[in-house]
């Protein structure tokens, strides 16, 4: 992958409508700065760079791997989905006016001043070598005229060679300033126009010359092609989901993970798992003119509807302790009295309560959720159960005319507030797509999974590997303390090491300082194991580690920490 011979290390022909049926070819080709569309997400500016080594080229439709400007992701997108950054810069900035989209905007611009400059500086100091060459030789210059037509000769032998050098001075120049603004300080030696690099693994590439063969004609008759609308059964096996970057933490190291989400198909037929598109690079939302309900005011349902709101969603809330909602009444939201008219008076409703127990009597109980489903009403429940009383509560809104989806989400607090949970959706695909807004303003990436119950599963085992990790930091920190050993030391240690995370350094960051302030309940990461192990038993598979591990925050939870944050259950090791 990536050699020399690679299809997509050369220079394609792109052939896109315009108006008046006429078509115009793009040339494009590594390094070239494009503006790329993937799904329902908004055009975003990034380069085209060499994949990963690892990294499959999808079958199919021509695609370039492009890199996005203002954040660590990176995409397989289809050619007919490139735009020639330049060319569309104006357009672009019109329709988009978000904060994180000027953002990448200005790291373009950046890059390029920067690469502007050290080309410059090389173009200068070649020919400051190329002045006190030619200064000296004519200090040294002979009077015979055998001699000067020696000297001739050799001064054209040192032009020639003097215009490679500053063709590769300015080569390697140009190849510097091509890298991410993310990812300037690494150094690269000099390779050839359009060649990938020796190390797969370096992204960046030599810059290129500017688009040739910019299209002519209005701006807005092109259409972007939609690709969600495409059937799940024609994705192609080898899709790749973007390269989610991880919030930037001093001292700490972290490397941008692949996600390889193949969308493969069962023996039964049905779709197993599919990617969505990532929002990690969404810098403008168009929100659905949708209404919208939102049931639940807790550590992750506030975030959620801040965002919401943030984003300029029309958001009517309730929750069970009235007074939670007096702030988001004084940032937009409108009150509902009770679920069954928040409901009734909104089109798609979304809900996250603590367990099974609260998701089904918002459902089922008095003024509930059910009493006002009509036929179209849409309900959309995130909150992390298990399977049967997700099934449950899907098939009593649909026997009503409903429509429903389960979309429980991956994260806490922090990442509630800052609108980058991750969600796994399962259920009525159609109300998956209708969701779009709402979900890029709440997460950075969301997934489909198929059938009813498929999602709650996922994140029952995403939360036992979790709550099972937090259970194996707290005990080693403990043992490195009865040992005398340095627990600062051991998680500096750690976070130099393979499991370097922003979990992990949080986390440890609470028990030394003793700090265990609520981002995800002792109480909740415990119901989940409970869940879990229960998963496993359904399917005769054992969890061993899983049930360690809750017996460990069951002795936490005895300890009256069941209100504190899940590191707290450290301090079932010191008691």
Not at 368 to 395: F, H, N, W
Not at 420 to 441: H, K, N, P, T, W
Not at 547 to 562: F, G, H
Request: overall charge positive.
């Amino acid at each position: 992958m990536g050699g020399a011979g690679a299809p997509w290390c050369s220079r394609r022909p792109v052939r896109r409508p315009w108006s008046g049926g006429k078509m115009a070819a793009v040339s494009l080709r590594l390094g070239d700065l494009v503006w790329g569309k993937l799904g329902r997400y908004p055009p975003w500016p990034g380069k085209i760079v060499n994949p990963p080594k690892d990294l499959k080229k999808p079958r199919g439709k021509k695609c370039f791997f492009v890199k996005f400007f203002g954040t660590e992701d990176h995409a397989w997108i289809k050619v007919e989905q490139l735009k020639p950054y330049h060319a569309h810069k104006e357009e672009m900035i019109k329709i988009n006016k978000g904060k994180r989209f000027q953002q990448a905007v200005d790291a373009v611009e950046e890059f390029l001043r920067r690469a502007k400059g050290k080309d410059q500086t090389s173009s200068h100091n070649s020919a400051d070598d190329k002045n006190r060459r030619n200064s000296s030789e004519e200090r040294s210059r002979p009077n015979s005229g055998d001699e000067k037509r020696k000297l001739s000769l050799s001064e054209g032998k040192v032009k020639k060679n003097v215009g490679e050098g500053k063709k590769r001075v300015s080569s390697g120049s140009s190849e510097r300033g091509s890298k991410s603004p993310l990812k300037r300080a690494q150094e690269q030696s000099p390779r050839k126009r359009g060649r990938p690099p020796k190390d797969e693994k370096d992204l960046t590439i030599p810059e290129s010359s500017t688009v040739k063969g910019v299209m002519a004609g209005p701006m807005a008759a092109f259409k972007w092609q939609p690709t969600v609308s495409e059937p799940v059964k024609d994705a192609d096996p080898h899709f790749h989901h973007f390269l989610l970057s991880q919030t930037e933490k001093p001292a700490v190291c972290y490397q941008a993970i692949t996600k390889k989400l193949k969308i493969c198909e069962e023996e039964t037929g049905s779709t197993s798992i599919q990617a969505a598109d990532s929002t990690a690079v969404n810098g403008s939302i168009t929100p659905t003119d949708k209404k919208i309900g939102f049931l639940g005011l807790g550590l992750m349902g506030s975030g959620i509807v801040s965002n919401l709101l943030k984003m300029g969603h029309t958001v009517t809330v309730w929750n069970r302790t009235a007074e939670k909602c007096d702030l988001f009444i004084q940032e937009g939201a409108r009150l509902g009295r009770t679920p069954a008219e928040v409901v009734s008076t909104c089109d798609i409703t979304f809900a996250c309560v603590s367990d099974p127990k609260a998701a089904k009597d918002l459902v089922l109980g008095p003024s509930g959720v059910l009493q006002g489903i009509r036929p179209g009403k849409c309900y959309v429940d995130m909150s992390t159960v298990d399977a049967d009383t997700v099934t449950e509560l899907a098939q009593v809104i649909v026997s009503r005319g409903g429509r429903f989806l389960e979309a429980p989400v991956s994260g806490n607090q922090q990442l509630s507030n800052d609108g980058m949970l991750v969600i796994l959706a399962a259920g009525d695909r159609g109300l998956y797509e209708d969701c779009s807004s709402c979900f890029q303003a709440m997460g950075k990436t969301s997934f489909f999974l198929g059938e009813v119950g498929n999602a709650a599963k996922m994140m029952l085992i995403v939360n036992m590997v979790q709550g099972s990790f937090m259970a194996t930091i707290a005990e080693g920190l403990t043992l490195a303390q009865v040992t005398g050993q340095s627990q600062q030391t051991l998680l500096d240690i750690l976070n130099q090491g393979q499991l370097a995370s922003i979990f992990l350094d949080q986390k440890c960051q609470n028990i030394l300082q003793g700090n265990f302030k609520p981002d995800f309940y002792l109480k909740y990461i415990q119901k989940d194991l409970r869940l879990a192990i229960a998963l496993g038993d359904a399917v005769n598979h054992p969890t061993p580690m899983a049930a360690a591990a809750n017996e460990v925050y069951k002795r936490a939870k005895a300890l009256d920490q069941s209100d504190n944050d899940m590191s707290a259950v450290y301090r079932a090791y010191i008691h």
